[in-house]
């Protein structure tokens, strides 16, 4: 089955305590891309990957750090969380070009830093 | 990537058709309307995209105006599992374009569907 798995699905914290956010598709694609959902402002582009080794930052990347070393995963650092990084995030995944009008987006993860 | 307006939300009766209206009068002609939906908190799904021809696939109809300034997606019988919110996104396909391939969600419709 075609499918963009995040774990943890739920993650609470404390802040400064680094965590890492898995994402991984298994639809070789060569598109992935991480978002943040927040009451009232919708969901916002954090990261995304171009390809393998080609990443660049979104509209909200302060605090985040994001690697592409493989295809498949597309993982989401925070090296010191805080409490504004409370939100529910996505990972998203599609083909690239012309094909890439339908993204997949994973569960989502919600995360809690207190 | 051109601004879309969608009512704040829509009833449904269960086994009728929705019909989501979207407004896009700043679309471009390299644009196309993408429509996707968020049920609860789960990740968005795509539904159906198209540029100026109408299109249908097994989960809906997209509507475009001739002019393209307006589209209405149309989910034909509506279940109470399609109780969600319903975006409407116009971006051009190529991702050079697009800040790689972002979506701009808006506020969405929300759909409910009632038994």
Known sequence: EAQVTQNPRYLITVTGKKLTVTCSQ????EYMSWYRQDPGLGLRQIYYSMNVEVTDKGDV??????????????????????????????????????RSYEQYFGPGTRLTVT | DAKTTQPPSMDCAEGRAANLPCNHSTISGNEYVYWY?????????????????NETNEMAS????????????????????????YYCIVRSPLMIYNQGGKLIFGQGTELSVKP
């Open chain 1, 26 to 29: 298994n639809m070789n694609h």
């Open chain 1, 61 to 98: 990347p302060e605090g985040y750090k994001v690697s592409r070393k493989e295809k498949r995963n597309f993982p989401l650092i925070l090296e010191s969380p805080s409490p504004n990084q409370t939100s529910l995030y996505f990972c998203a995944s599609s083909f690239s070009g012309l």
């Open chain 2, 37 to 53: 939906r968020q049920i609860h908190s789960q990740g968005p799904q795509y539904i159906i995209h198209g540029l100026k021809n």
């Open chain 2, 62 to 85: 997209l509507i475009i105006t001739e002019d393209r300034k307006s589209s209405t997606l149309i989910l034909p019988h509506a279940t109470l599992r399609d109780t969600a919110v």
